[in-house]
């Protein structure tokens, strides 16, 4: 079985700069959420979305990211203007159902963004 | 609000040697814990994860857990440790019915040889 796919791998910009990440969840998992994991910190969810509908997206900071699942399945981050502060490792994960305490995520393996 | 803490930033052993990683965590009822181990450029891949039932957990790679309800703890543990294993782990959170997931620090592990 496929695992989440996430591309590009690595990225560098300059501040001021738009960037996007994609992301291509396991076949089937409804649920798909994006992480911002800063250096020395752990994960930090951004956005959840059930299918193509967003649950969560209360620590995504909205006056320059955006994100969307078309059609429920792919999904893009986009960040616009980037910041200094916005460089970190973006990660995909999904889970079958979510909603469901006992719903296992499942990572990819992540979107190293520069900002210089 | 449920957190989580991992109150080793980095930790040394030996190859062969035993491996304790400590994490705690805070939360009002039962909660449903994991641990994630995260190599260098690669994302997260689950080692082990605590639902109900036996509060001993065995994963993937002879690691184990045990979920301690009285310490709020739910440290992570190996016999012996091998050059492989050598990464950050990460303890995590989910509450009730909710799936988000609290993620503690981290603690990177170092091997030596």
């Known amino acids: 079985e496929a695992g989440v796919a996430q591309s590009p791998r690595y990225k560098i910009i300059e501040k001021r700069q738009s960037v996007a990440f994609w992301c291509n969840p396991i076949s089937g998992h409804a649920t798909l959420y994006w992480y911002q994991q800063i250096l020395g910190q752990g994960p930090k969810l951004l956005i959840q979305?059930?299918?193509?509908?967003?649950?969560?997206d209360s620590q995504l900071p909205k006056d320059r990211f955006s994100a969307e699942r078309l059609k429920g399945v792919d999904s893009t981050l986009k960040i616009q203007p980037a910041k200094l502060e916005d460089s970190a490792v973006y990660l995909c994960a999904s889970s079958l159902v979510g909603g469901q305490g006992t719903d296992t995520q499942y990572f990819g393996p992540g979107t190293r963004l520069t900002v210089l | 609000a449920q957190s989580v803490t991992q109150p080793d930033i980095h930790i040394t052993v030996s190859e062969g040697a035993s491996l304790e990683l400590r994490c705690n965590y805070s939360?009002?009822?039962?909660?449903?814990l994991f641990w994630y181990v995260q190599s260098p450029g690669q994302g997260l891949q689950l080692l082990l994860k605590?639902?109900?039932?036996?509060?001993l957990v065995q994963g993937i790679k002879g690691f184990e857990a045990e979920f301690k309800r009285s310490q709020s703890s739910f440290n992570l543990r190996k016999p012996s440790v091998h050059w492989s294993d050598a990464a950050e782990y990460f303890c995590a959170v989910k509450g009730g019915g909710g799936n988000k997931l609290t993620f503690g620090t981290g603690t990177q592990l170092k091997v030596e040889l």
């Open positions: 939360y009002g009822a039962t909660p449903y």
């Open positions: 605590y639902f109900s039932g036996d509060t």
């Open positions: 979305f059930q299918n193509n509908g967003v649950v969560d």
